[in-house]
């Protein structure tokens, strides 16, 4: 399945046992010699939801949240038939909480799908510089169930780029989801202000690398914008693999993260014994 192109393979812990899901990841999410995709998500029984999500990164390493990959368990599970078909949410346990994911319904298939992504919280000073090769890199770090370093392009003129697309990604992205400043290793994004409701976007992944989009750096970094002074609270998110909105709600703290979700090709994997 796929949210924006943020691509993972999912696997029905319902019906199906996975010993070693780690192992797994790496080699099925492989593009050469395994299925390809970004990771690996296994939708698991749960006692407090309708389904519990774990979350694997394409190097075998486990997050705690996936905001695309929550949308497509909630549409595999509606479309599915796991959840009554007069429903129109779901209720998806992670490691960073319960999240409940709203949807329309068309012919019998979940399709525009909300989830609520809870409460971001600031981890850096607003904003903080870090050094990178000798250059001053300024950031705003949030975490809304993954750590994140959001970097604004315009406040940054040491990496020589105005425009997303010209950033030079797979030489930055490495060294600052390594850096000594994120002991657990971070997510970076890079983001271009468009309008006070409109940014470019672009993602390096801890444990993934660049991928099309990602749902909590979405949510991030609408959430530094607003904090920094950017951004308004309804954005609109254009990232390599399509576009996303994020409405934050300042009653309650909340960011919503909305957008489409597709069931691409359904298969048998070998595993091996």
Same mark, same amino acid.
């Given at each position: 399945?796929?949210? /924006?192109?943020?691509?993972?393979?999912?696997?029905? /812990?319902?019906?199906?046992?996975?010993?070693?899901?780690?192992?797994?990841?790496?080699?099925?999410?492989?593009?050469?010699? @395994? #299925?390809?995709?970004?990771?690996? +998500?296994?939708?698991?029984? %749960?006692?407090?939801?309708?389904?519990?999500?774990?979350?694997?990164? !394409?190097?075998?390493?486990?997050?705690?949240?996936?905001?695309?990959?929550?949308?497509?368990?909630?549409?595999?599970?509606?479309?599915?038939?796991?959840?009554?078909? =007069?429903?129109?949410?779901?209720?998806?346990?992670?490691?960073?909480? #319960?999240?409940? +994911?709203?949807?329309? &319904?068309?012919?019998?298939?979940?399709?525009?799908?909300?989830?609520?992504?809870?409460?971001? %919280?600031?981890?850096?000073?607003?904003?903080?510089?870090?050094?990178?090769?000798?250059?001053?890199?300024?950031? #705003?770090?949030?975490? +809304?169930?993954?750590?994140?370093?959001?970097?604004? *392009? =315009?406040?940054? !003129?040491?990496?020589?780029?105005?425009?997303?697309? =010209?950033?030079?990604?797979?030489?930055?992205?490495?060294? *600052?989801?390594?850096?000594?400043?994120?002991?657990?290793?971070?997510?970076?994004?890079?983001?271009?202000?468009?309008?006070?409701?409109?940014?470019?976007?672009?993602?390096?992944?801890?444990?993934?690398?660049?991928?099309?989009?990602?749902?909590? @750096?979405? !949510?991030? &970094? #609408?959430? &530094? @914008?607003?904090?920094?002074?950017?951004?308004?609270?309804?954005?609109?998110?254009?990232?390599?693999? @399509?576009?996303?909105?994020?409405?934050? &709600?300042?009653?309650?703290?909340? /960011?919503? *993260? %909305?957008?489409?979700?597709?069931?691409?090709? %359904?298969?048998?994997?070998?595993?091996?014994?």
């Amino acid at each position: 399945m796929q949210g /924006c192109g943020n691509d993972y393979v999912y696997i029905d /812990c319902f019906s199906e046992t996975v010993a070693e899901p780690a192992a797994l990841a790496r080699r099925i999410s492989d593009r050469h010699y @395994g #299925v390809g995709g970004d990771g690996l +998500i296994l939708i698991e029984p %749960s006692e407090t939801a309708d389904a519990f999500m774990r979350m694997f990164n !394409a190097d075998g390493s486990e997050g705690s949240m996936c905001g695309n990959g929550v949308r497509c368990v909630a549409k595999y599970l509606y479309d599915h038939g796991c959840v009554p078909a =007069e429903r129109r949410s779901v209720f998806v346990d992670t490691r960073a909480g #319960v999240r409940e +994911i709203t949807f329309r &319904a068309e012919d019998g298939r979940a399709a525009e799908l909300t989830v609520d992504m809870g409460k971001p %919280s600031l981890t850096s000073e607003l904003p903080e510089v870090l050094e990178l090769w000798g250059m001053p890199l300024c950031f #705003v770090g949030v975490d +809304i169930g993954n750590p994140h370093a959001v970097f604004f *392009l =315009e406040d940054n !003129a040491a990496l020589g780029v105005r425009r997303a697309a =010209e950033l030079n990604l797979a030489r930055f992205g490495p060294a *600052l989801e390594t850096h000594p400043r994120f002991p657990e290793r971070v997510n970076a994004e890079f983001i271009e202000l468009l309008a006070p409701n409109e940014i470019h976007f672009r993602v390096w992944e801890r444990g993934s690398g660049e991928t099309l989009a990602c749902g909590t @750096g979405t !949510a991030a &970094a #609408v959430y &530094a @914008g607003i904090c920094a002074g950017k951004l308004e609270n309804d954005v609109l998110v254009h990232l390599p693999g @399509g576009d996303l909105r994020v409405r934050y &709600a300042p009653e309650d703290g909340h /960011c919503f *993260l %909305s957008g489409g979700a597709e069931e691409v090709f %359904s298969g048998e994997y070998p595993c091996p014994e």
